[in-house]
Nanobody, 116 residues
Framework: VQLQASGGGLVQSGGSLRLSCKAP???????????LGWYRQAPGMQRELVAD???????KYSDSVVGRFTISRDNSRKTVTLQMNSLKPEDSGVYYC????????WGQGTLVTVSS
């Protein structure tokens, strides 16, 4: 497995979760070149971009999560993190991490459920 996602779970509306995605098998010297992102997919819906961060650490967010979610990367640890605050039921879904660069790599999903 190239990307290992973790941190999902069940949380009440207004709560927080922190997702992490590690890339233990990727070479550190190339990891930094990748744009790292988090996508989510709700039941019956298409997968959508939540946030991503480029090699120069420019972050981009979906309008629905601006001000609530923060994406960050630690190249030395080959990890991208998504801090999710003020969660809403509509944030529920399976969250996938992605590395996009010389290749496009997907991690397995981690389920986030926000109860109202």
């Amino acid at each position: 497995v190239q990307l290992q996602a973790s941190g999902g779970g069940l949380v009440q509306s207004g709560g927080s979760l922190r997702l992490s995605c590690k890339a233990p098998r990727m070479i550190t010297s190339t990891y930094w070149q990748y744009t790292l992102g988090w996508y989510r997919q709700a039941p019956g819906m298409q997968r959508e971009l939540v946030a991503d961060v480029t090699a120069d650490r420019t972050a981009k967010y979906s309008d629905s999560v601006v001000g609530r979610f923060t994406i960050s990367r630690d190249n030395s640890r080959k990890t991208v993190t998504l801090q999710m605050n003020s969660l809403k039921p509509e944030d529920s879904g399976v969250y996938y991490c992605q590395a996009k660069g010389p290749r496009e790599i997907w991690g397995q999903g981690t389920l986030v459920t926000v109860s109202s």
